[in-house]
Protein backbone atom coordinates (compact mmCIF):
# COMPACT_ATOMS: atom_id res chain seq x y z
CA UNK A 1 0.00 0.00 0.00
CA UNK A 2 1.23 3.43 -0.87
CA UNK A 3 0.81 6.10 0.97
CA UNK A 4 1.01 9.97 0.21
CA UNK A 5 2.23 12.16 3.35
CA UNK A 6 1.72 16.38 2.63
CA UNK A 7 3.96 18.19 4.90
CA UNK A 8 6.95 17.44 6.15
CA UNK A 9 6.94 18.95 9.62
CA UNK A 10 6.82 17.50 13.18
CA UNK A 11 3.57 15.79 12.71
CA UNK A 12 4.38 14.63 9.02
CA UNK A 13 7.83 13.46 9.83
CA UNK A 14 5.91 11.24 13.03
CA UNK A 15 3.37 10.22 10.77
CA UNK A 16 5.82 9.32 7.73
CA UNK A 17 7.92 7.05 10.82
CA UNK A 18 5.60 5.06 12.17
CA UNK A 19 4.02 4.20 8.55
CA UNK A 20 7.27 3.52 6.80
CA UNK A 21 7.76 1.09 10.30
CA UNK A 22 4.93 -0.61 9.76
CA UNK A 23 6.41 -1.30 6.16
CA UNK A 24 3.90 0.58 4.03
CA UNK A 25 5.30 2.14 1.16
CA UNK A 26 5.65 5.78 1.99
CA UNK A 27 6.33 8.97 0.40
CA UNK A 28 6.82 11.93 1.47
CA UNK A 29 5.83 15.48 -0.35
CA UNK A 30 7.18 19.23 1.16
CA UNK A 31 7.88 22.24 -0.45
CA UNK A 32 11.41 22.81 1.78
CA UNK A 33 14.14 21.45 0.59
CA UNK A 34 15.91 21.54 4.17
CA UNK A 35 12.45 19.58 5.67
CA UNK A 36 13.22 16.52 3.01
CA UNK A 37 16.98 16.43 3.55
CA UNK A 38 16.08 15.58 7.59
CA UNK A 39 13.11 13.27 6.47
CA UNK A 40 15.21 11.80 3.89
CA UNK A 41 18.49 11.01 5.53
CA UNK A 42 16.77 9.13 8.64
CA UNK A 43 13.70 7.22 7.25
CA UNK A 44 13.09 4.40 4.96
CA UNK A 45 10.96 6.43 2.42
CA UNK A 46 10.46 8.15 -1.12
CA UNK A 47 10.88 12.53 -1.03
CA UNK A 48 9.29 14.73 -3.52
CA UNK A 49 10.26 18.24 -3.59
CA UNK A 50 7.35 19.61 -4.58
CA UNK A 51 4.17 22.05 -4.08
CA UNK A 52 1.39 18.91 -2.31
CA UNK A 53 -1.76 21.52 -3.45
CA UNK A 54 -0.38 21.55 -7.42
CA UNK A 55 -2.11 19.36 -9.48
CA UNK A 56 1.03 18.92 -11.35
CA UNK A 57 2.25 16.78 -8.53
CA UNK A 58 -0.24 15.05 -8.44
CA UNK A 59 0.29 13.86 -11.92
CA UNK A 60 3.58 12.67 -10.55
CA UNK A 61 4.10 8.78 -11.16
CA UNK A 62 4.71 7.80 -7.55
CA UNK A 63 1.94 10.32 -6.03
CA UNK A 64 -0.74 9.60 -8.94
CA UNK A 65 -2.92 6.40 -8.35
CA UNK A 66 -1.68 5.74 -4.07
CA UNK A 67 -4.08 4.51 -1.95
CA UNK A 68 -3.96 7.39 0.79
CA UNK A 69 -3.04 11.03 0.90
CA UNK A 70 -2.67 12.13 4.46
CA UNK A 71 -2.54 16.16 4.45
CA UNK A 72 -0.64 17.80 7.46
CA UNK A 73 1.24 21.28 6.61
CA UNK A 74 0.63 23.89 8.94
CA UNK A 75 -2.18 25.39 6.66
CA UNK A 76 -5.56 23.74 6.84
CA UNK A 77 -6.66 25.28 2.72
CA UNK A 78 -3.63 23.44 1.55
CA UNK A 79 -4.17 20.44 3.37
CA UNK A 80 -8.15 20.69 2.02
CA UNK A 81 -7.00 21.72 -1.70
CA UNK A 82 -4.92 18.47 -1.20
CA UNK A 83 -7.25 15.95 -0.67
CA UNK A 84 -9.76 17.50 -3.35
CA UNK A 85 -7.10 17.32 -6.15
CA UNK A 86 -5.75 13.86 -4.44
CA UNK A 87 -9.59 12.71 -5.63
CA UNK A 88 -9.45 13.61 -8.49
CA UNK A 89 -6.03 12.02 -9.33
CA UNK A 90 -7.11 8.60 -8.57
CA UNK A 91 -6.10 7.97 -5.02
CA UNK A 92 -8.91 6.77 -2.96
CA UNK A 93 -8.69 7.73 0.64
CA UNK A 94 -7.62 11.35 2.36
CA UNK A 95 -7.02 12.42 5.35
CA UNK A 96 -6.20 16.12 6.47
CA UNK A 97 -5.12 18.40 9.25
CA UNK A 98 -7.90 20.76 10.01
CA UNK A 99 -6.95 23.11 13.04
CA UNK A 100 -9.13 26.16 12.80
CA UNK A 101 -11.74 25.60 15.37
CA UNK A 102 -14.27 27.06 13.21
CA UNK A 103 -14.09 24.93 10.15
CA UNK A 104 -14.24 21.93 12.91
CA UNK A 105 -17.55 23.66 15.02
CA UNK A 106 -19.43 24.92 12.04
CA UNK A 107 -18.64 23.11 8.50
CA UNK A 108 -17.21 19.63 9.81
CA UNK A 109 -20.35 18.42 7.94
CA UNK A 110 -19.66 20.51 4.77
CA UNK A 111 -16.11 19.44 4.78
CA UNK A 112 -16.83 15.82 4.65
CA UNK A 113 -19.20 16.02 2.05
CA UNK A 114 -18.25 18.79 0.10
CA UNK A 115 -14.77 18.56 -0.13
CA UNK A 116 -14.73 14.16 0.21
CA UNK A 117 -12.23 14.65 3.08
CA UNK A 118 -12.46 10.85 4.77
CA UNK A 119 -10.60 11.49 8.25
CA UNK A 120 -10.05 14.96 9.71
CA UNK A 121 -7.01 15.91 12.31
CA UNK A 122 -7.19 18.52 14.92
CA UNK A 123 -3.95 17.14 17.41
CA UNK A 124 -4.59 19.90 19.55
CA UNK A 125 -8.79 18.85 19.94
CA UNK A 126 -7.43 15.01 20.51
CA UNK A 127 -4.96 15.90 23.21
CA UNK A 128 -7.57 18.13 25.47
CA UNK A 129 -9.73 15.09 24.89
CA UNK A 130 -7.14 12.85 26.15
CA UNK A 131 -5.83 14.78 28.87
CA UNK A 132 -9.96 15.11 29.98
CA UNK A 133 -10.39 11.58 30.06
CA UNK A 134 -7.58 10.87 31.78
CA UNK A 135 -8.55 13.84 34.84
CA UNK A 136 -11.96 12.17 34.82
CA UNK A 137 -10.46 9.26 36.25
CA UNK A 138 -8.12 10.59 38.90
CA UNK A 139 -6.02 7.14 39.57
CA UNK A 140 -4.88 7.05 35.81
CA UNK A 141 -2.02 7.47 33.39
CA UNK A 142 -3.86 6.85 30.49
CA UNK A 143 -7.85 6.22 29.84
CA UNK A 144 -9.02 5.29 26.37
CA UNK A 145 -12.69 4.14 25.65
CA UNK A 146 -12.90 1.17 22.64
CA UNK A 147 -16.43 -0.30 20.80
CA UNK A 148 -18.55 2.58 21.71
CA UNK A 149 -17.92 2.53 24.82
CA UNK A 150 -18.72 -0.79 26.25
CA UNK A 151 -14.75 -1.77 26.96
CA UNK A 152 -12.47 0.75 29.00
CA UNK A 153 -8.03 0.78 29.01
CA UNK A 154 -6.51 1.86 32.56
CA UNK A 155 -3.07 2.56 32.82
CA UNK A 156 -1.93 3.21 36.26
CA UNK A 157 1.59 4.03 38.03
CA UNK A 158 1.82 1.37 40.64
CA UNK A 159 2.74 2.94 44.45
CA UNK A 160 5.34 1.23 46.56
CA UNK A 161 2.51 1.12 49.08
CA UNK A 162 -0.39 -0.11 46.64
CA UNK A 163 -2.41 -3.06 48.26
CA UNK A 164 -1.83 -4.78 45.15
CA UNK A 165 2.20 -4.78 44.48
CA UNK A 166 4.26 -8.06 45.35
CA UNK A 167 0.94 -10.40 44.92
CA UNK A 168 0.54 -12.82 42.31
CA UNK A 169 -2.07 -12.15 39.95
CA UNK A 170 -3.77 -15.79 40.25
CA UNK A 171 -4.30 -14.09 44.08
CA UNK A 172 -5.21 -10.82 43.28
CA UNK A 173 -8.82 -10.04 43.73
CA UNK A 174 -9.71 -8.71 40.47
CA UNK A 175 -13.52 -7.99 39.29
CA UNK A 176 -14.22 -11.27 36.22
CA UNK A 177 -15.04 -8.41 33.89
CA UNK A 178 -11.97 -7.02 34.47
CA UNK A 179 -8.27 -8.16 32.68
CA UNK A 180 -4.68 -7.56 34.25
CA UNK A 181 -3.66 -6.99 30.20
CA UNK A 182 0.18 -5.13 30.07
CA UNK A 183 2.75 -4.22 32.35
CA UNK A 184 5.76 -1.74 31.16
CA UNK A 185 8.43 -2.63 33.77
CA UNK A 186 11.87 -0.84 32.71
CA UNK A 187 11.09 -0.34 29.35
CA UNK A 188 10.13 -3.85 28.66
CA UNK A 189 6.79 -5.04 27.94
CA UNK A 190 5.26 -8.27 29.91
CA UNK A 191 1.68 -9.84 29.55
CA UNK A 192 1.02 -11.20 33.03
CA UNK A 193 0.41 -14.89 33.97
CA UNK A 194 -0.93 -16.20 37.25
CA UNK A 195 2.19 -16.11 39.24
CA UNK A 196 3.67 -12.41 37.75
CA UNK A 197 3.32 -10.11 40.38
CA UNK A 198 3.72 -5.98 40.81
CA UNK A 199 6.36 -3.74 41.25
CA UNK A 200 6.55 -0.41 42.58
CA UNK A 201 6.83 2.08 39.68
CA UNK A 202 5.51 -0.50 36.98
CA UNK A 203 3.28 0.91 34.51
CA UNK A 204 0.11 -1.57 34.56
CA UNK A 205 -2.81 -1.63 32.22
CA UNK A 206 -6.28 -3.13 33.24
CA UNK A 207 -9.06 -3.80 30.39
CA UNK A 208 -12.69 -4.38 31.13
CA UNK A 209 -16.36 -3.08 32.14
CA UNK A 210 -16.05 0.87 32.08
CA UNK A 211 -18.52 0.48 35.52
CA UNK A 212 -16.31 -2.08 37.19
CA UNK A 213 -12.93 -0.01 35.25
CA UNK A 214 -14.29 3.02 37.39
CA UNK A 215 -14.52 1.09 41.03
CA UNK A 216 -11.24 -0.48 40.46
CA UNK A 217 -9.24 2.56 40.09
CA UNK A 218 -10.99 4.25 42.95
CA UNK A 219 -10.87 1.26 45.66
CA UNK A 220 -7.79 -0.05 45.02
CA UNK A 221 -4.93 1.58 43.34
CA UNK A 222 -4.75 4.73 44.79
CA UNK A 223 -7.58 5.17 47.32
CA UNK A 224 -5.63 8.77 48.36
CA UNK A 225 -6.72 10.45 44.92
CA UNK A 226 -9.41 12.48 44.86
CA UNK A 227 -11.68 13.89 41.89
CA UNK A 228 -10.20 16.71 40.26
CA UNK A 229 -12.14 19.90 41.56
CA UNK A 230 -9.42 22.46 40.89
CA UNK A 231 -6.79 22.55 37.72
CA UNK A 232 -4.31 25.56 36.70
CA UNK A 233 -3.61 25.58 32.51
CA UNK A 234 -0.62 27.36 31.42
CA UNK A 235 -0.88 28.40 27.89
CA UNK A 236 -4.28 29.52 25.92
CA UNK A 237 -3.14 27.98 22.67
CA UNK A 238 -5.29 25.82 20.94
CA UNK A 239 -5.15 23.14 23.63
CA UNK A 240 -5.62 25.28 25.95
CA UNK A 241 -9.20 26.49 24.46
CA UNK A 242 -10.58 23.47 23.77
CA UNK A 243 -9.39 22.00 27.79
CA UNK A 244 -10.45 24.97 29.86
CA UNK A 245 -13.72 24.64 28.74
CA UNK A 246 -14.24 20.66 28.86
CA UNK A 247 -13.34 20.50 32.84
CA UNK A 248 -15.58 24.10 32.89
CA UNK A 249 -18.59 22.41 31.99
CA UNK A 250 -17.64 19.40 34.11
CA UNK A 251 -17.32 21.44 37.52
CA UNK A 252 -13.92 22.05 37.58
CA UNK A 253 -12.44 25.40 38.74
CA UNK A 254 -10.07 26.23 36.13
CA UNK A 255 -7.63 29.26 35.87
CA UNK A 256 -5.84 29.71 33.17
CA UNK A 257 -3.26 31.36 32.01
CA UNK A 258 -1.69 33.31 28.94
CA UNK A 259 0.42 36.17 28.40
CA UNK A 260 -1.44 37.09 24.92
CA UNK A 261 -4.53 38.97 25.31
CA UNK A 262 -6.13 37.62 22.54
CA UNK A 263 -5.95 34.20 23.04
CA UNK A 264 -7.37 35.45 26.82
CA UNK A 265 -9.98 37.06 25.66
CA UNK A 266 -10.82 34.01 23.24
CA UNK A 267 -11.18 31.31 26.01
CA UNK A 268 -12.60 33.80 28.76
CA UNK A 269 -15.96 33.58 26.33
CA UNK A 270 -16.17 30.01 26.81
CA UNK A 271 -15.81 29.74 30.39
CA UNK A 272 -18.98 30.31 33.06
CA UNK A 273 -17.28 30.08 35.66
CA UNK A 274 -13.36 29.62 34.84
CA UNK A 275 -11.02 32.41 34.92
CA UNK A 276 -8.42 33.32 32.05
CA UNK A 277 -5.66 35.28 33.44
CA UNK A 278 -3.46 37.40 31.24
CA UNK A 279 -0.44 36.98 32.88
CA UNK A 280 3.50 35.03 32.59
CA UNK A 281 2.72 31.30 33.38
CA UNK A 282 6.01 31.55 34.32
CA UNK A 283 6.21 34.02 37.06
CA UNK A 284 6.35 32.21 40.36
CA UNK A 285 5.00 35.10 42.63
CA UNK A 286 1.82 35.60 39.93
CA UNK A 287 0.97 31.76 40.45
CA UNK A 288 1.84 31.46 43.77
CA UNK A 289 -1.00 34.29 44.46
CA UNK A 290 -2.89 32.56 42.14
CA UNK A 291 -2.73 29.36 44.17
CA UNK A 292 -1.05 26.62 42.44
CA UNK A 293 -0.33 24.94 45.42
CA UNK A 294 -4.02 24.18 46.11
CA UNK A 295 -4.02 23.27 42.78
CA UNK A 296 -5.24 19.31 42.12
CA UNK A 297 -3.67 19.59 38.28
CA UNK A 298 -1.47 21.65 36.43
CA UNK A 299 -1.34 21.20 33.46
CA UNK A 300 1.80 22.75 30.90
CA UNK A 301 0.54 23.43 27.32
CA UNK A 302 3.00 26.29 26.12
CA UNK A 303 5.12 25.72 22.80
CA UNK A 304 7.88 25.12 24.28
CA UNK A 305 9.12 21.18 25.99
CA UNK A 306 12.02 22.23 28.35
CA UNK A 307 9.81 25.20 29.54
CA UNK A 308 6.45 22.97 30.18
CA UNK A 309 9.28 20.57 32.04
CA UNK A 310 10.13 23.57 33.85
CA UNK A 311 7.27 24.90 34.87
CA UNK A 312 5.95 21.34 35.73
CA UNK A 313 8.49 20.75 38.36
CA UNK A 314 8.11 24.46 40.04
CA UNK A 315 4.44 23.19 40.61
CA UNK A 316 5.59 20.00 42.25
CA UNK A 317 7.87 21.99 44.45
CA UNK A 318 5.43 24.68 45.28
CA UNK A 319 2.60 22.25 46.53
CA UNK A 320 0.66 21.11 43.13
CA UNK A 321 -0.65 17.67 43.46
CA UNK A 322 -0.03 16.28 39.66
CA UNK A 323 1.28 17.41 36.72
CA UNK A 324 0.63 16.73 33.02
CA UNK A 325 2.70 18.25 30.05
CA UNK A 326 1.93 18.27 26.18
CA UNK A 327 5.20 17.36 24.58
CA UNK A 328 6.08 18.22 20.85
CA UNK A 329 9.00 15.83 21.00
CA UNK A 330 8.18 12.27 21.30
CA UNK A 331 12.08 11.46 23.00
CA UNK A 332 11.25 14.19 25.63
CA UNK A 333 8.19 11.74 27.08
CA UNK A 334 10.61 9.11 29.21
CA UNK A 335 12.85 11.77 30.25
CA UNK A 336 10.20 13.78 31.72
CA UNK A 337 8.81 11.15 33.57
CA UNK A 338 12.33 9.95 34.75
CA UNK A 339 12.29 13.49 36.85
CA UNK A 340 9.39 13.85 38.40
CA UNK A 341 6.54 14.40 35.76
CA UNK A 342 3.00 12.55 36.53
CA UNK A 343 1.51 12.64 32.70
CA UNK A 344 3.29 13.27 29.64
CA UNK A 345 1.49 13.49 26.29
CA UNK A 346 3.02 13.73 23.07
CA UNK A 347 0.34 15.66 20.28
CA UNK A 348 2.28 13.79 17.60
CA UNK A 349 1.66 10.46 18.73
CA UNK A 350 -2.27 11.14 19.56
CA UNK A 351 -2.48 12.28 16.18
CA UNK A 352 -0.15 9.78 14.31
CA UNK A 353 -2.14 6.48 16.16
CA UNK A 354 -5.57 7.97 14.46
CA UNK A 355 -3.86 7.93 10.73
CA UNK A 356 -2.16 4.75 11.68
CA UNK A 357 -5.58 2.85 12.24
CA UNK A 358 -6.73 4.43 9.37
CA UNK A 359 -4.05 3.60 7.14
CA UNK A 360 -4.61 -0.25 8.37
CA UNK A 361 -8.12 -0.06 7.33
CA UNK A 362 -9.48 -3.74 6.92
CA UNK A 363 -11.46 -4.20 9.86
CA UNK A 364 -8.90 -1.64 12.25
CA UNK A 365 -11.28 0.67 14.23
CA UNK A 366 -8.78 2.32 16.40
CA UNK A 367 -5.05 2.14 17.71
CA UNK A 368 -3.44 4.18 20.77
CA UNK A 369 -0.13 3.81 21.26
CA UNK A 370 1.25 2.74 24.62
CA UNK A 371 4.46 3.90 26.09
CA UNK A 372 5.98 6.16 23.37
CA UNK A 373 4.71 3.47 20.88
CA UNK A 374 6.30 0.56 21.96
CA UNK A 375 3.09 -1.06 22.05
CA UNK A 376 -0.35 -0.55 21.05
CA UNK A 377 -3.96 -1.63 22.32
CA UNK A 378 -5.68 -2.02 18.87
CA UNK A 379 -9.80 -2.35 17.98
CA UNK A 380 -10.18 -4.62 15.00
CA UNK A 381 -13.34 -6.55 13.74
CA UNK A 382 -13.18 -10.00 13.23
CA UNK A 383 -13.71 -10.25 8.87
CA UNK A 384 -14.71 -13.44 7.07
CA UNK A 385 -12.45 -15.69 6.29
CA UNK A 386 -9.76 -14.63 8.99
CA UNK A 387 -7.64 -17.14 10.46
CA UNK A 388 -8.98 -16.55 14.25
CA UNK A 389 -12.94 -16.96 13.25
CA UNK A 390 -14.64 -19.70 14.24
CA UNK A 391 -11.67 -20.95 16.54
CA UNK A 392 -11.37 -21.14 19.91
CA UNK A 393 -7.92 -18.87 20.50
CA UNK A 394 -6.07 -22.04 22.03
CA UNK A 395 -5.91 -23.40 18.53
CA UNK A 396 -4.96 -19.97 16.54
CA UNK A 397 -1.32 -19.61 18.16
CA UNK A 398 -1.59 -16.26 18.06
CA UNK A 399 2.21 -14.58 18.03
CA UNK A 400 3.18 -14.14 21.96
CA UNK A 401 3.59 -10.41 21.59
CA UNK A 402 0.05 -10.18 21.34
CA UNK A 403 -2.54 -10.55 24.14
CA UNK A 404 -6.44 -10.80 23.10
CA UNK A 405 -7.67 -8.31 25.84
CA UNK A 406 -11.96 -8.48 25.09
CA UNK A 407 -14.55 -8.48 22.75
CA UNK A 408 -17.71 -6.85 21.86
CA UNK A 409 -20.33 -9.61 20.63
CA UNK A 410 -24.21 -8.15 20.35
CA UNK A 411 -23.56 -5.57 22.49
CA UNK A 412 -21.94 -7.38 25.29
CA UNK A 413 -18.53 -6.83 26.13
CA UNK A 414 -16.84 -10.39 27.45
CA UNK A 415 -12.99 -11.08 28.85
CA UNK A 416 -12.13 -14.50 26.72
CA UNK A 417 -10.17 -17.43 27.44
CA UNK A 418 -8.36 -20.22 25.68
CA UNK A 419 -11.64 -21.73 25.03
CA UNK A 420 -13.56 -18.69 23.66
CA UNK A 421 -13.81 -18.62 20.15
CA UNK A 422 -14.19 -15.37 17.73
CA UNK A 423 -16.75 -14.92 15.39
CA UNK A 424 -16.69 -12.54 11.94
CA UNK A 425 -18.43 -9.00 13.04
CA UNK A 426 -17.06 -9.69 16.74
CA UNK A 427 -15.22 -6.14 17.91
CA UNK A 428 -11.69 -7.19 19.38
CA UNK A 429 -9.15 -4.85 21.81
CA UNK A 430 -6.00 -6.53 21.51
CA UNK A 431 -2.45 -5.16 23.18
CA UNK A 432 0.49 -5.85 20.57
CA UNK A 433 3.98 -5.42 20.79
CA UNK A 434 4.23 -2.09 17.76
CA UNK A 435 7.27 -4.47 15.54
CA UNK A 436 5.15 -7.01 15.41
CA UNK A 437 1.60 -5.50 15.18
CA UNK A 438 1.52 -6.07 11.19
CA UNK A 439 2.06 -9.73 11.82
CA UNK A 440 -0.85 -9.86 14.85
CA UNK A 441 -3.38 -7.86 12.42
CA UNK A 442 -3.33 -10.15 9.42
CA UNK A 443 -4.85 -13.06 12.21
CA UNK A 444 -8.29 -10.77 11.85
CA UNK A 445 -8.35 -9.85 8.51
CA UNK A 446 -10.22 -11.86 5.62
CA UNK A 447 -8.16 -12.89 3.17
CA UNK A 448 -9.27 -10.32 -0.06
CA UNK A 449 -8.46 -7.41 2.58
CA UNK A 450 -5.65 -4.91 1.60
CA UNK A 451 -2.17 -5.35 2.64
Given amino acids: MRIVVVGAGKLGYSIAELLSNEQFDVVVVDHNEERLEAVKNTLDVLTVLANGASPITMNDPDIHGADILVAVTAIDEVNMVSCILAKKHGIKYTAARIRDMQFLSEARDYLKENFDIDLMLNPELITAREINRILMTPAALNVEDFANGKVRLFETKVRRHSPLVNIPFKDMDIPPSILAGMIFRDHRMIIPHGDDKLL?????????????????????????????????????????????PMLDQQ?????????????????????????????????????????????????????????????????????????????????????????????????????????????RRGGVVSVSLLEGAKAEAVEVIVQDGAPVAGKRLMDVKLPRECLVCAYVRDGEATIPNGSSVLMPGDRIILFIQTVYSKKVIKYFKGRDSDE
Fill in 200 to 244: PHDNAYFIGDPQAIEKFSKNFIQSDTKKVERAIIIGAGRTGRFLA
Fill in 251 to 359: GVKVKIFDKDKERCRLVAEKLDAGIAVCGDGTDIDLIEQEGIADADVVICLTDDDRLNLMLALIAKHLGAKKTIVRVSRIEYVDLMEKVGVDIVLSTRLLSASEVLAFA
